[in-house]
T-cell receptor
Framework: EPEVTQTPSHQVTQMGQEVILRCVPI?????FYWYRQILGQKVEFLVS????????KSEIFDDQFSVERPDGSNFTLKIRSTKLEDSAMYFC???????????FGSGTRLTVV | GENVEQHPSTLSVQEGDSAVIKCTYS??????FPWYKQELGKGPQLIID?????GEKKDQRIAVTLNKTAKHFSLHITETQPEDSAVYFC?????????????FGRGTSLIVHP
């Protein structure tokens, strides 16, 4: 069964540092998403990406965040100048043209110290 | 925006019993309601979904019901097994083109005792 792959599985970074979280969506999917889940809380939408541009973003997705699809397979989330409150699980997801096959990756646990 | 409430936050049952998790939503324009199972250290996995033109859907031991008028939907798991133990999230939202951005409930931790 096709999978969304995320790397690394766990990232520890110092406050103020930049991090890049990587995702390989399912190969024929066209919509890509990032979500965040703070420990013990609900999954929250950050941003959606289609046709090489952001299609929607939440209030959480401020100027410290950016996304990129640098090549035909990767989809990245960059967090500039990380803060302690950025510590969370970050999930990537992808879906097909009609929203079919909506699949989440296993997540990257980001710990900011 | 959409607001999804989910109850209970914790549900403990004996193996073989049924489990019911309930959610309400606020946006009458929401048209797609997936349920996700999240095991420790993994991402949410879709287990069943329902669209707004359907009132009930069943897949083996799992069923989902939707009441559009009351804006609530429920997950029913029958003959629970220990491997059903996980956190379950409901979600609600609208498809816009091919994009779907669900609003999640807070999750229900289901514990099935052998």
């Amino acid at each position: 069964e096709p999978e969304v792959t995320q790397t690394p599985s766990h990232q520890v970074t110092q406050m103020g540092q930049e991090v890049i979280l990587r995702c390989v969506p399912i190969s024929n999917h066209l919509y890509f998403y990032w979500y965040r889940q703070i420990l013990g809380q609900k999954v929250e939408f950050l941003v959606s990406f289609y046709n090489n541009e952001i299609s929607e973003k939440s209030e959480i997705f401020d100027d410290q965040f950016s996304v990129e699809r640098p090549d035909g397979s990767n989809f990245t989330l960059k967090i500039r100048s990380t803060k302690l409150e950025d510590s969370a699980m970050y999930f990537c997801a992808s879906s097909g043209l009609t929203g079919d096959g909506y699949t989440f990756g296993s997540g990257t646990r980001l710990t900011v110290v | 925006g959409e607001n999804v409430e989910q109850h209970p936050s914790t549900l403990s049952v004996q193996e073989g019993d049924s489990a019911v998790i309930k959610c309400t939503y606020s946006d009458s324009a929401s048209n797609y309601f997936p349920w996700y199972k999240q095991e420790l250290g993994k991402g949410p996995q879709l287990i069943i979904d329902i669209r707004s033109n359907v009132g009930e859907k069943k897949d083996q031991r799992i069923a989902v019901t939707l009441n559009k008028t009351a804006k609530h939907f429920s997950l029913h798991i029958t003959e629970t097994q220990p491997e059903d133990s996980a956190v379950y999230f409901c979600a609600a939202g609208r498809f816009s083109g091919g994009s779907y951005i669900p609003t999640f409930g807070r999750g229900t931790s289901l514990i099935v005792h052998p």
